[in-house]
């Protein structure tokens, strides 16, 4: 018998009425606009997210190339076919290249050096504002996310506010789809924004990284050309070699010594 009692009890629950879809359908299609741009909101931010990474990351790992194999050339165009097409470092010797090329026909070294440092300065500009292309919207997704999200809560609260005057009273079941729309765009406005700041910061640091890799490579660059191509940084394998030199007091062939560095041999 109360077996039966708890059945019929249990068949007879209501059901719940309150849930994500219902609240959205509560709101109507003002609601419905303002998940959808949300939602865009949200993939283009994952979409830049992921691919500037992968942009940033390659930049990254083929400067461990340059680091390697580019210096051991004889020239800056033998190094520059070491190096990837359509990279950014090989943009940059390049550009390095073609200005070395022009500048020999001005007569003052002084207007020569400026015109290779603008030169290099220029093509870094265009690498940094191919890298940045994006983080933009990440920055307006991060900013307005939130607002958006308070516009449907706005909105929510005052159906709600409608609805509680047309009955005369602040019942559950009138104020309850209202209410749990407005709070569902909140908590959607926040988990659109805060994934987009996180994603800006991340990618704006990382891309400062990159930045002083290539101010260090033009440095590089502007130095070699400016001694004739007697300048070179120490790279990994010539590091290994002139310590093995040095441990042995004698000096190898080939091994380059890092720019305004001297090796001497151990006294006796």
């Known amino acids: ?43 283009g931010s994952f979409y830049i997210l992921f691919t500037k990474f992968f942009e940033q990351q390659k930049v990254m790992n083929q400067y461990k190339g340059v680091r390697t194999n580019f210096w051991r050339a004889n ?35 002084l207007e020569a050096h400026d015109w290779l ?10 690498i940094q504002a191919k890298l940045n292309g994006g ?26 506010l409608i609805n509680i ?16 729309e407005a709070l569902i765009m909140t908590a959607i406005g926040l988990l659109v924004a805060v994934p987009a700041v996180f994603a800006y910061n991340w990618l704006q640091s990382r891309n400062r990284r990159i930045t002083d890799m290539m ?21 990994a394998a010539s590091t290994k070699t002139a310590a093995k030199a040095a441990a042995g007091g004698r000096t190898v062939p080939g091994a380059t010594p890092a720019a305004g560095t001297t090796t001497t041999a151990p006294k006796r």
């Open 1 to 43: 018998m109360i077996i039966e009692m708890l059945t019929a009890a249990a068949g007879e629950a209501p059901k719940n009425s309150f849930g994500f879809w219902e609240a959205m359908e509560e709101g109507g299609p003002v609601a419905w606009s303002i998940l959808a741009v949300m939602v865009i909101m949200s993939v």
């Open 215 to 235: 101010s260090g490579f033009s440095t590089d660059l502007l130095a070699n050309i400016n001694s004739n191509g007697a300048i070179k940084p120490m790279t």
């Open 75 to 109: 020239s800056l165009k033998e190094g520059a076919t070491k190096l990837e097409k359509n990279s950014a470092w090989r943009q940059l010797v390049d550009d390095a290249v073609a200005a070395e090329e022009k500048h020999a026909k001005l007569n003052d070294s």
């Open 165 to 180: 005057g047309v009955a005369g009273s602040a019942s559950i079941d009138k104020v309850a789809g209202p209410v749990g």
């Open 135 to 160: 983080l933009p919207f990440l920055a307006t997704v991060g900013a307005t996310a939130p607002f958006v999200g308070l516009l449907g809560t706005v909105i929510g609260i005052y159906r709600a």
């Open 117 to 126: 440092h603008g030169s290099l300065a220029r093509s870094e500009h265009s």
